[in-house]
């Protein structure tokens, strides 16, 4: 008579491999995970330092005392020359005035942009600033055109190339949507111009003329929070990995006490 045989046979070495396998490609794949979190957050750390710089540099200029613009003819650029406070005279092509459109504080309208001949015979554009869509007509704002020479104070700007607000500039029917000076200064007969525009101060002194000063500067910095999340995720990934290597995952847990009791 046959002997009886109790229980079930325990798990061969065959079948415990595909176990072992599963875990070390679930060890590696936290690994990775790990790594790149990792690699995200120190690269959000360098560019919250780069924020902070740019917003520490960008703040002095618009502070600083004001200069003289680069020359018409001079290449410029936003890391080094964009917001810079400047002082410029002129006189104005009050009836080469451009409007394009903006929205601000006080509401859509647009902005007027008007060329300024300097001494030299350049041609700077200047954003005199905001006016609603019923002060468009200068008829409506004669005391603002202001005649003869004058001297322009305000913050050095790139110009802004295309469009905007999800639409092309129209230069053949005349309607802009973004300050390109290349673009206005043709269209206008002014070009060639200074590769900037300059946004005017706020004159007190001409309560008629279009509303200057609107400049907005404003960085988003959310890099802190990025950090946080990135590095959160990293320190969860390098935990789960320590407990994938350690077999104290919780399906393997029960995977582990299944095969012990049969």
Same mark, same amino acid.
């Given at each position: 008579?046959?002997?009886?045989v109790y229980?079930?046979?325990?798990?061969?070495? &065959?079948?415990?491999?595909?176990?072992?396998?599963?875990?070390?490609?679930?060890?590696?794949?936290?690994?990775?995970?790990?790594?790149?979190?990792?690699?995200?957050?120190?690269?959000?750390?360098?560019?919250?330092?780069?924020?902070?710089?740019?917003?520490?540099?960008?703040?002095?200029?618009?502070?600083?005392?004001?200069?003289?613009?680069?020359?018409?003819?001079?290449a410029v650029?936003?890391?080094?020359?964009?917001? #810079?406070?400047?002082?410029?005279?002129?006189?104005? !092509?009050?009836? #080469?005035?451009?409007?394009?459109?903006?929205?601000?504080?006080?509401?859509?309208?647009?902005?007027?942009?008007?060329?300024?001949?300097?001494?030299?015979?350049?041609?700077?554009?200047?954003?005199?600033?905001?006016?609603?869509?019923?002060?468009?007509?200068?008829?409506?704002?004669? &005391?603002?055109?202001?005649?003869?020479?004058?001297?322009?104070?305000? !913050?050095?700007?790139?110009?802004?190339p295309g469009?905007?607000?999800?639409? &092309?500039?129209?230069? =053949?029917?005349?309607?802009?949507?973004?300050?390109?000076?290349?673009?206005?200064?043709?269209?206008?007969?002014? =070009?060639? =111009?200074?590769?900037?525009?300059?946004?005017? &101060?706020?004159?007190?002194?001409?309560?008629?003329?279009?509303?200057?000063?609107?400049?907005?500067?404003?960085?988003?910095?959310?890099?802190?929070?990025?950090?946080?999340?990135?590095?959160?995720?990293?320190?969860?990934?390098?935990?789960?990995?320590?407990?994938?290597?350690?077999?104290?995952?919780?399906?393997?847990?029960? #995977?582990?006490?299944?095969?012990?009791?049969?």
């Amino acid at each position: 008579m046959p002997p009886t045989v109790y229980g079930t046979p325990s798990m061969s070495s &065959e079948n415990a491999k595909p176990a072992g396998k599963g875990r070390i490609i679930l060890f590696l794949a936290m690994l990775v995970v790990t790594a790149a979190t990792t690699a995200l957050g120190a690269w959000q750390v360098q560019r919250l330092l780069w924020k902070q710089d740019l917003i520490a540099r960008v703040d002095a200029r618009v502070h600083a005392q004001p200069v003289s613009p680069p020359p018409a003819s001079a290449a410029v650029n936003a890391a080094d020359d964009e917001y #810079k406070h400047v002082r410029v005279s002129g006189t104005y !092509l009050n009836d #080469k005035e451009t409007f394009v459109q903006a929205v601000t504080s006080h509401g859509p309208g647009f902005w007027v942009i008007t060329p300024l001949v300097t001494a030299d015979g350049s041609h700077i554009l200047i954003n005199r600033g905001f006016v609603a869509p019923d002060r468009r007509d200068p008829a409506k704002r004669a &005391e603002g055109q202001v005649q003869g020479e004058t001297v322009v104070t305000g !913050l050095l700007r790139m110009t802004e190339p295309g469009g905007g607000f999800l639409r &092309e500039n129209d230069a =053949a029917n005349d309607r802009w949507y973004s300050r390109d000076v290349a673009a206005i200064s043709a269209a206008r007969g002014t =070009a060639p =111009a200074a590769p900037y525009f300059i946004d005017a &101060e706020a004159n007190p002194a001409l309560p008629a003329a279009p509303v200057g000063g609107l400049t907005v500067i404003k960085f988003p910095n959310n890099h802190a929070s990025y950090i946080f999340t990135w590095f959160s995720l990293a320190l969860m990934s390098a935990a789960a990995a320590f407990y994938v290597l350690r077999g104290r995952w919780p399906f393997m847990r029960a #995977k582990n006490r299944n095969e012990t009791e049969a």
